[in-house]
């Protein structure tokens, strides 16, 4: 049985991806091997691999002067590919610091060249709100200002892109395909897949084509935004199992009207869970409300001895992972793409029953 699941990642994938992945896993197009038992270099995974990047430069609107690169080592890989592809000899970055993956971004930069941090988030009276300053080109010569637009751990969403005289560089492994963005207000866009795109291990990356032209940190191949590109993300094998099933949900996403319709439903996903929340005595939420994030709902129990009988009662219910990360403690509903409206409805109405029961 099918539960609604709502963990962080690896996350939930859409119901109609993990079927046709099961009708197709023994026999893929008729060849009578998986899609994971054959050449990278076939034709027919090579005409995979170009549809999938064909329809994410549809989905996304992806500019012609951009790169798509699928490479290895999730998120925490594009830490490191990142400084190590563009911070270059004696080379300065900016990192904004907003939650738990912002820090980590900035901790493994350190290990490859030097790294401004600026906190962007701050506490006013119980509330975490935004502190976004302005930013001007004699600030700094930096090659790159990263920030994370959505803080997976703590729930907070920075929807605006900041105003950076520095190419911006995203860390959107929570956030992409969610909505709409403009890809050219990016220099790099990343993301590890086991969010919204597929399986975790591999890694997405969105690079501007000009960024690569200033010489680099000497660096594995694999991690070298321009051999990967020279090769079209083939430089070694890719993970083809996964990159098959984000092919899928690119697919999928098609379907389902492209991310301006997805960006639609989420929205209504998260209003159904933050409308209820705001209204509770019993359940409450730290961020301002124009800082959460619409696909990781942070909340926590007034009374936090009741946190395990929630989560079981819950997990009874086929309400799976609420609990939040070890590091913030409460809950947290993970609500990205494969999640649909009914899971969202099934739990608040959990939430109302819960609260209800204890306050008899
Ligand atoms: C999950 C996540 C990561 C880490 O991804 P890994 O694939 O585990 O390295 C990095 N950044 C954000 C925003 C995430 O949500």
């Given at each position: 049985?099918r ?6 990642g ?6 109609e ?19 994971m038992e054959?050449s ?5 995974f090579?005409?995979?691999a170009?549809?999938?990047?064909a ?19 999730g ?5 490191a590919?990142?400084?190590m ?9 900016l ?10 971004a900035a ?17 006013r ?5 935004l ?17 994370c637009?959505?803080?997976?751990v703590?729930?907070?969403e920075i ?25 050219s207000?990016?220099g ?10 597929g ?13 690569l032209?200033l ?22 094998t ?34 159904e ?11 409450k939420?730290?961020?301002a ?13 007034a009374d ?20 939040g ?9 993970s609500?990205?793409?494969a ?10 109405a959990f939430?109302?029953e ?7």
């Amino acid at each position: 049985m099918r539960v609604f699941n709502f963990c962080a990642g690896p996350a939930m994938l859409p119901t109609e991806v993990m079927a046709q992945a099961q009708a197709e896993l023994l026999d893929w197009q008729g060849q009578g091997v998986s899609v994971m038992e054959m050449s990278h270099r076939s034709p027919e995974f090579i005409a995979l691999a170009k549809g999938a990047d064909a329809d994410l430069r549809e989905l996304l609107t992806i500019p012609d002067d951009y790169h798509v690169l699928f490479m290895h080592g999730g998120g925490r890989g594009q830490f490191a590919a990142v400084a190590m592809n563009l911070l270059g000899d004696n080379g300065k970055a900016l990192y904004l610091r907003s939650g738990s993956w912002s820090k980590a971004a900035a901790e493994e930069a350190r290990r490859f060249g030097e790294v401004d941090e600026i906190e962007v988030i701050e506490e006013r009276d119980g509330t975490k709100a935004l502190n976004m300053p302005s930013f001007s080109a004699e600030q700094g010569d930096y090659r790159y200002l990263h920030y994370c637009p959505n803080e997976t751990v703590d729930g907070i969403e920075i929807s605006e892109v900041p105003d950076s005289p520095w190419p911006i560089v995203a860390d959107m492994s929570s956030c992409i395909l969610s909505r709409p963005i403009d890809v050219s207000k990016y220099g790099l866009i990343y993301a590890g897949a086991q969010k919204n795109i597929g399986p975790s291990g591999l890694s997405l990356v969105i690079v501007k084509r000009d960024l690569l032209e200033l010489p680099s940190l000497p660096m594995p191949s694999i991690m070298d935004y321009r051999i990967t590109a020279e090769n079209e993300s083939m430089f070694n094998t890719p993970p083809t199992y996964a990159l098959y099933i984000a092919a899928s949900v690119f697919a999928w996403l098609k379907k389902q009207g492209g991310v301006a319709a997805m960006g639609e439903r989420n929205q209504r996903k998260a209003d159904e869970l933050y409308d209820y929340i705001n209204q509770s005595d019993f359940y409450k939420n730290p961020v301002a409300s124009n800082l959460r994030s619409r696909m990781n709902v942070t909340f926590q129990l007034a009374d936090e001895s009741l946190n395990s009988e929630f989560l079981s009662q819950a997990k009874a219910r086929g309400l799976l992972a609420l609990k939040g990360h070890r590091s913030v403690g409460g809950m947290r509903a993970s609500i990205y793409n494969a999640m649909p409206h009914q899971g969202v409805l099934a739990l608040v109405a959990f939430m109302d029953e819960f609260a209800k029961a204890q306050q008899a």
